[in-house]
């Protein structure tokens, strides 16, 4: 066993806490399960997160730092946030390309879907200022007299959703606030809340500003500190390659407990939506598998000299399992990080920046997601989006997923937002919930993997993308 890969070692210990799993709901040990096995999981999510913000916080210092000339980081500043941008609009207009041509809302019975309809009807004449989107009324119809009542007792009985609530109000706090506050936000007023909180781009504002100055002095006064933060970063890393020796372990517990904490879920909806849930995830994931297997490496094989496909993929794989465990591209920015340096050659100075940077802005996964989501949910309700509701949806898509918090399930609360921008009911979010949580692990490798690409992308561009030889 101690001769396996750990890629190998973390797979099996996914696949056996499936297996636990399953074991767990079918002879009833949830409560045994939830109390002492999905604790260690929740360790090892503490642990990375831990190790990822100081981290985050000294390794760009010590790319900016190490850069040493002012116009270069802001060459290479453009160029990163340029292509985090142009691979989001990419992954969004795949979606949509996809959710169009394969329409999994419209592979519902038709009994189903007008209840859907007179759901979303019924929410549209109650809310006031929502756009209409169309003509049809299903319930203005005398023939559908009974399905709405249906519908409406239905509605009254259903108990208010405390997970949706937080959503929803979480949705609207970000509404209210003036169109330059996501500027005002980046800028921190104490550092320490900003790293307690863990407000990714506060504390990438402050490490940026940091190294900056730290190059602009003179560099007796400079080298001392340079050498400080240098050691710390090395400490981290060095924490990481600790923790992945256990890795295998904590994906065991990890995987357990999340797949026993989902089965707890109503069952009764479940299985009603089992139909749609299953063609939307098909849906979604057909098109991250694109992205991640095919899209990146192309990229990559494309315009760099010495990558090929199968050896970029070879080379992110244990940031890959690492993120498909966690749901987290923060989390994962210690293992992408070593990864990038150690097997795609990619130098620190870099990775450093353009990775942490990453984390936090690139979502392409996410925004994929959105526009599957958003479109196929309105399939569902049968309504029919426009081309310009769906340019609408790219947009909204792209930016909400700069903002997007790089933790599990962040991009529920950016959804409310994009359905909102379209004129649709953000409570549809419950209905893809039974089957996010292994939705977002699948998204999070493409994050992740889209991570990657980029920072590949730039050594390659600024003449630093060495397979051979030991990076600096």
């Known amino acids: 066993m101690k001769k396996l890969p750990l890629h190998i070692k973390v797979i099996i210990g996914l696949v056996l806490g499936a297996i636990y799993a399953f074991m ?81 809302g419209n592979k519902v019975s038709d009994e189903i879907r007008k209840e859907f309809r007179i759901s979303y009807e019924l929410w549209q004449k109650s809310t006031p200022g929502v756009q209409k989107l169309d003509d049809v009324c299903l319930s203005c119809d005398p023939k559908n007299a009974d399905l709405v009542a249906k519908v409406q007792k239905k509605e009254g009985n259903t108990e208010n959703n405390e997970w949706v609530t937080d959503k929803l109000m979480k949705a609207k706090n970000n509404s209210k606030n003036g169109p330059l506050q996501p500027l005002v936000d980046v800028v921190p007023s104490n550092l320490f809340k900003a790293l307690a909180d863990m407000s990714m781009l506060q504390i990438i504002f402050f490490a940026v500003f940091f190294g900056v100055v730290l190059v602009s002095i003179p560099k007796k006064k400079a080298k001392p500190v340079f050498k400080v933060v240098d050691g710390l970063n090395e400490i981290f890393v060095k924490m990481v390659m600790i923790v992945m020796e256990a890795m295998p372990i904590f994906v065991f517990a990890l ?75 923060v989390a994962t920015l210690p293992v992408t990080m070593r990864c990038m340096h150690d097997n795609v050659k990619v130098p620190k100075k870099i990775t450093s920046f353009v990775l942490p940077i990453g984390a936090t802005v690139n979502m392409d996964g996410t925004s994929l997601y959105q526009a599957v989501a958003v479109v196929a949910m309105a399939q569902l309700h049968m309504v ?9 949806i790219i947009v909204t898509a792209s930016l909400a997923s700069i903002g997007a918090a790089a933790i599990p399930s962040a991009g529920l609360v950016l959804m409310i937002l994009v359905l909102e921008s379209v004129g649709l009911n953000p409570a549809w979010i419950a209905i893809i919930f039974p089957v996010d949580r292994i939705l977002d692990m699948c998204r999070t490798v493409t994050n992740v993997t889209g991570d990657a690409t980029v920072a590949t992308l730039i050594a390659e561009s600024e003449g630093e993308l060495d397979e051979k030889s030991e990076n600096d």
């Open 255 to 329: 995987m357990a407990g999340q797949i026993v904490k989902a089965a707890g879920t109503d069952p009764d909806k479940f299985f009603e939506l089992l139909a749609f849930l299953g063609q939307y995830s098909i849906t979604l994931v057909v098109g991250l598998a694109i992205m991640i297997f095919g899209f990146y490496p192309a990229i990559v094989a494309l315009f760099t000299k010495k990558l090929t496909f199968k050896s970029f993929l070879q080379g992110i794989r244990d940031a890959q399992i690492t993120a498909f465990s966690t749901s987290s591209s």
């Open 384 to 392: 029919d989006l426009t081309i310009s509701q769906q340019l609408v």
């Open 24 to 104: 767990s709901v079918k002879f009833g040990w949830n409560t045994f399960t939830l109390n002492y096995i999905k604790p260690f999981g929740d360790i090892f999510i503490n642990i990375l997160k831990l190790i990822a913000v100081p981290l985050v916080l000294f390794s760009i210092i010590t790319g900016v730092a190490s850069l040493k000339d002012i116009k270069k980081l802001g060459r290479m500043g453009a160029k990163t946030l340029g292509l985090y941008l142009v691979t989001t609009v990419i992954a969004v207009s795949l979606g949509l390309v996809l959710v169009n041509l394969y329409k999994p």
